[in-house]
């Protein structure tokens, strides 16, 4: 009996310290902002989103791919059929000719981003064995959303003296485990805006995620439009209802 109590003693013990070392690595609490795209009446910042495209498409497509995105969707952040043709022409697609023979052809409006890397394998085997995830709809696979991607982005730092260093990792509190294979993307002036805004790590980092955030869903202008459309509509008939209600009692209490 006592041997048996001594052993859950010890196990609870390991259990503790294991719990409290795996919650020592859980990310630090995310860094809160508002966000012009959240709320009933969001909507989203065109101006930064198209300089949100053009940090992920001079920092981030170096490694990370958005799949699910085709660069006729950008007419929807304003860009212009010019613009947009000029993009995807700059890429080279592989396709097939008339004879079935595979070829490469400059990107058209209607194809998708054009991914970095051919395969998960050759994304791996040019970043140390790390698979940079797929941009398209980062914000919703991930907790927090909006708030995480830019802490992560505003996050790195130099690692406190009770942070053992990881070879070839970097360390930003805000990912789970505290060092992250990603090393620090921005730095002010990586990208020069088109528009003359400052491009300094919090602005960029507050683009991007707009951007991300229209690429994850490009819908929600219309939704949000949709749900006050139907608000209004059950206002209305709520008061409608109210009435003849009332009405109708009236007329029942005089008989």
């Not at 719990?19 to 910042?45: I, P, R």
């Not at 700059?90 to 070829?103: L, M, N, Y």
């Not at 052809?105 to 797929?134: I, L, M, W």
Request: with cysteine.
């Amino acid at each position: 009996m006592l041997r048996t109590m001594l052993l859950s003693a010890v196990a609870l013990t390991a259990f503790l310290g294991i719990a409290s070392h795996s919650s020592a690595q859980e990310a630090t609490t995310l860094k809160e902002n508002v966000w012009k795209f959240e709320g009933m009446a969001g909507y989203v910042d065109k101006q930064s989103a198209q300089r949100g495209f053009q940090v992920y498409k001079q920092v981030c497509s170096a490694c990370h791919s958005m799949n699910l995105v085709a660069y006729r969707n950008l007419s929807k952040i304003g860009f212009t059929e010019a613009e947009i043709n000029a993009l995807a022409g700059e890429k080279q697609v592989p396709d097939f000719d008339d004879k079935g023979q595979p070829i490469q052809r400059p990107g058209k409006a209607s194809d998708h981003f054009v991914p970095p890397y051919p395969n998960e394998e050759a994304s791996r085997a040019a970043n140390n064995g790390a698979y940079p995830p797929d941009l398209s709809l980062i914000i919703k696979a991930r907790k927090g959303g909006p708030d995480y991607v830019y802490s992560l982005l505003t996050g790195f730092a130099t690692a406190p003296a009770n942070e053992s260093a990881v070879a070839g990792k970097y360390y930003n509190p805000y990912f789970a485990g505290h060092w992250i294979s990603m090393p620090p993307p921005l730095s002010d002036n990586v990208v020069t805006y088109q528009d003359g805004t400052p491009a300094t790590v919090d602005q960029m980092a507050r683009d991007v995620v707009t951007f991300l955030q229209w690429a994850g869903e490009p819908e929600m202008e219309q939704r949000h439009e949709m749900g006050i459309k139907v608000l209004l509509f059950l206002i209305v008939m709520t008061g409608f209802f109210y009435v003849a209600k009332k009405r109708v009692w009236k007329s029942l209490e005089k008989k």
